[in-house]
């Protein structure tokens, strides 16, 4: 059995992996033989790791054809980007008063790896690197429960995530907003902090829906 769980969380990961890279694009079909074969793996962790998938939205499984990539909505989009402005919004006001100094230094290293990753416009690292990032911030809260409900939002809406960091503009600007908040974070200013990651949230919704509502 433990396996098995392995086997599945492995083949969770690779699958978010594709999705976000876009290498399993929305409203693809999702085969399992040949994508089993590709991964190495039966085909019961990748159908149980499509599952997790499927509840989160990020496939959907139709009776007799089965599992698709699920197509890119605004409407999910600026849904998860709401419930995500309340979580973090506390996150971000327990946690930035508890920073301590080699906090803020392991930060800066991490907005470091975010900027290294953007010069080399490898989508899938630039997603690592910049979630590496925000998730050190949100669990300065020490509230694991909280930031579990974060990661729960975030793990399903990499696609759109994707989408903004294939643009270089995008790069550029998410760069300016990480050192912005930074250097707020150094001024312990909570408001300030909070107020900037909104930003840095209400961009990249802006940008996506634009993106992804133009016609094909």
Partial sequence: MTEVVTAQAGVLRELRTLIAAGKLGPGQQV???SLAASLGVSR?????????????????????????VADLSVTDLVEVY??????EDEALRV????LT?????????????VEVAAKSADVTAVTS????FHFALFESS??????RLIRNQWDATDAYR?????????????????????????ARDVEKSIALQAAHRENSVSVVSELISKPS
């Fill in 31 to 33: 085969v399992q033989d």
């Fill in 44 to 68: 019961v962790p990748l159908r149980e790791a499509l599952k997790v998938l499927e509840g989160e939205g990020q496939v959907i499984y139709h009776p007799h054809r089965g599992y698709f």
């Fill in 82 to 87: 709401r419930i995500r402005s309340l979580l």
């Fill in 95 to 98: 946690g930035v008063p508890l």
């Fill in 101 to 113: 100094d080699e906090d803020l230094e392991y930060l800066e290293g991490l907005i470091q790896d």
């Fill in 129 to 132: 690197a910049n979630r590496r």
């Fill in 142 to 147: 020490n509230m694991p429960r909280l930031v």
């Fill in 162 to 186: 994707g989408v903004y960091f294939a643009a270089a503009s995008n790069l550029d600007q998410m760069n300016r907003e990480h050192r912005a908040m930074l250097a707020a974070l150094r």
